[in-house]
């Protein structure tokens, strides 16, 4: 198939609880109206807060695995399946792309689709008829490593590869076990998080949000650990240097989970006449 003859966006969507999948609520209609929005992709380009490695990789599989990578949740959820393929003319473009721009990257060979894979690809593309490509993240690398990541990928976009970057916009455990024992409310500084992440894409300043840990309020309770963000900064960078950001959803699951959703295109070129 021939890909799409304008540039893909890139998307950051969020994966929730593995439950997600059995409840999407609005956060699964607003994925799956963004994926049958889109032009039909050549490939999907995955990256997500559950596949972690020293260097980049890049997953080769001819038939990536649904991984049930959880535990102690429905057993409806070990029943399903995400059967896409793989493209190894696509990951070799990936990996070559990464390489070019200087990474380290390397094959995996078997790497499956874990739960921050299958659960908005489930939604976004139910026929799972579109090639998929995993890529991972460096959780011991910064946000702007992440960028860099993604701004490796930019010219993908124009070959009909669509980058999908898969966590959530706030993500911490301990306030949600907190919240489910004691108060079933949401901490303030989930909405003030989000919508600060919100109104610095608005404003185009892309410096604040790589310095997000130090300029963001709230930051270190949104992410003790920042692996589920450090998907964004991915999608954010293979868009370009200036790209225009759509909040595509807004919402909070689980008293801390910030579900919110962005779309990335890049500006076309200006001419110089």
């Avoid at 198939?1 to 929730?16: D, E, K, N, T």
């Avoid at 609880?17 to 699964?28: E, N, Q």
């Avoid at 076990?177 to 989930?190: F, H, I, K």
């Amino acid at each position: 198939m021939q890909p799409p003859p304008q540039a893909l966006p890139s998307l950051f969507v969020p994966h929730g609880a593995p439950t997600f999948i059995l409840k999407p609520g609005a956060a699964g209609a607003a994925l799956a109206q963004t994926g049958a929005a889109l032009p039909r992709p050549r490939a999907i380009i995955m990256v997500s807060a559950h596949w972690d490695s020293d260097e980049p990789l890049v997953g080769f599989a001819a038939r990536p695995e649904t991984l049930h990578d959880f535990w102690g949740f429905p057993q409806a959820l070990y029943s399903l399946r995400y059967p896409a393929t793989g493209c190894p003319a696509g990951s070799q473009a990936v990996l070559e792309a990464l390489q070019a721009a200087g990474f380290a990257a390397g094959r995996d060979l078997q790497r499956g689709l874990d739960h921050g894979a299958w659960i908005p690809l489930s939604l976004m593309f139910p026929d799972a008829e579109i090639p998929v490509l995993p890529l991972s993240i460096q959780s011991h690398r910064d946000a702007a490593h992440h960028y860099r990541l993604g701004q490796a990928l930019q010219g993908l976009g124009q070959q009909g590869f669509l980058v999908i970057a898969s966590g959530n916009l706030t993500h911490n455990l301990g306030d949600y076990q907190r919240a489910l024992m004691q108060s079933g409310q949401t901490p303030a500084y989930v909405r003030t998080f989000a919508d600060w992440f919100a109104r610095r894409l608005d404003e185009g300043d892309i410096e604040a949000l790589i310095d997000y840990r130090r300029q963001a309020p709230g930051a270190l309770q949104a992410h003790p650990q920042d692996d589920h963000l450090l998907p964004f900064f991915v999608a954010l960078g293979a868009a370009g240097a200036a790209p225009r950001s759509q909040r595509l959803h807004a919402g909070i699951d689980d008293f801390v989970l910030a579900m919110d959703a962005f779309r990335f295109d890049a500006q076309p070129a200006r001419s110089l006449s």
